[in-house]
């Protein structure tokens, strides 16, 4: 691979360029994931994926927001970073770990065509209720179905962490015009130090459920897969499904497997966009 070799990929239309930390010249600054994230000065992307060392798993994954601020998880985004692993062969097996901020998980190639990865599972962990990463209550309480007021509304929140930070509301209709205005003021309320993902999420029967989705530091998205698991868990946990649920967003589905002990298993497509390798006239703009 050539020096700042990278590779763009979606899942459901969540974009994500990859990079590998040994084969890079530049550091990942603020400046620089802005720019190469930005559609119109960069490549446009949705994050950055950096494959880094681990000492605890075989891969290790940090995650970045179009914004430049780091993530715990991202579901769309293993998917991303497992298939480069895989299609590159960084991975000489089908079955592996990937460490992130969030915690270790478990890795499966469900299916490949010629060689290359196409749909994906992943143990995305247990679902935590009463998590330090969401202290809108007492560290040993369950925020679910609770009231919170924004602007003009009162929303009932339920708050889960799947090693990242959630903020479900189950709604009767769905309006991407609402999750437009109001997402951002749930993700920044004082009650959410380390900013959420929020969920507008409607119940279609006891298998399916329809979400939008605001996502912290990047906004409105098509998919998510850990927005995805939280909402599942927190159908599971409030009755309105089964524990295998089918989770449809505008960019598509994901099927997630919710157990006894809330250990969630998302899987999914995924598809690559393209390769490359970044121009110095690229680096020029955020390294001087």
């Known amino acids: 691979m050539e020096t700042n070799f990278f590779v763009k990929s979606h899942g459901l239309g969540n974009e994500y360029i990859v990079f ?44 970045y927001n179009p914004d430049g601020s780091e993530a715990e998880k991202s579901g769309n985004g293993l998917r991303i970073f497992c298939k480069f692993l895989y299609d590159y062969r960084f991975a000489t097996s089908k079955v592996f ?8 998980v478990n890795v499966e190639i469900v299916e490949e065509k010629n060689g290359k990865a196409r749909v994906i599972k992943i143990d995305m962990g247990k679902a935590e209720f009463t998590s330090r990463l969401i202290p809108v209550l007492h560290s040993q309480e369950e925020c679910i179905d609770e009231p919170l007021e924004i602007a003009d509304k009162i929303y009932q929140i339920n708050c889960v962490s799947m090693g990242n930070p959630h903020c479900v509301i189950v709604k009767e209709h769905l309006d991407i015009t609402e999750i437009k ?6 993700e920044n309320n004082p009650k959410f130090p380390n900013r959420i993902n929020v969920q507008f999420a409607r119940p279609i029967n006891r298998e399916e459920v329809e979400v939008l989705i605001w996502e912290r530091g990047a906004g409105f998205t098509l998919a998510s897969g850990s927005s995805s ?38 899987t999914g497509e995924v598809r690559q966009i393209a390769e490359g390798v970044l121009s110095p006239e690229l680096l020029e703009d955020f390294i001087h």
């Open 97 to 104: 770990t990937v460490e992130t901020k969030g915690g270790l």
């Open 181 to 186: 205005k109001y997402g951002p003021l749930l």
């Open 20 to 63: 590998d930390s040994e084969n890079i010249n530049f550091s990942l600054t603020s400046k620089s994931i802005q720019r190469i994230c930005n559609v119109n000065f960069g490549i446009g992307s949705d994050g950055l994926l950096l494959k880094v060392p681990s000492n605890n798993a075989d891969f290790g994954l940090q995650i």
């Open 229 to 266: 698991c939280a909402v599942a868990a927190v159908m599971v946990k409030r009755g309105f499904t089964g524990k295998n649920v089918t989770i449809k967003m505008p960019g598509g589905e994901l099927k997630i497997e919710v157990d006894e002990q809330w250990h969630i298993r998302m």
